[in-house]
């Protein structure tokens, strides 16, 4: 699943092209490294995003198309 989409459906980010301008502008970084929209993210991935001063980084634990809003935090853990 592309980055962008993956950011939007586990609600880390709201829309998706709110998402892909924070790709583009280099505040998210997949594994230590930027990432551009359309990474494939996999199972295991760290996604690192910087929200002005704060920095948020999470571990992706599963990938789905759909996903409910309750059920959406269990898609990624939050390491820091």
Do not use: H, P, W
Request: charged share 30%.
């Amino acid at each position: 699943m592309r980055l962008d989409k993956y950011l939007k459906v586990s609600r880390i980010i709201k829309r998706r092209t709110v998402a892909n301008e924070a790709c583009d502008a280099g505040r998210v970084l997949i594994n230590g490294k930027a990432a551009r929209a359309s990474y494939d993210v996999k199972v295991g991935d760290i996604i690192e995003i910087a929200f002005g001063t704060r920095l948020f980084k999470a571990q992706v634990l599963s990938v789905a198309e759909t996903v409910k809003k309750d059920d959406a935090a269990a898609l990624y853990k939050i390491i820091e």
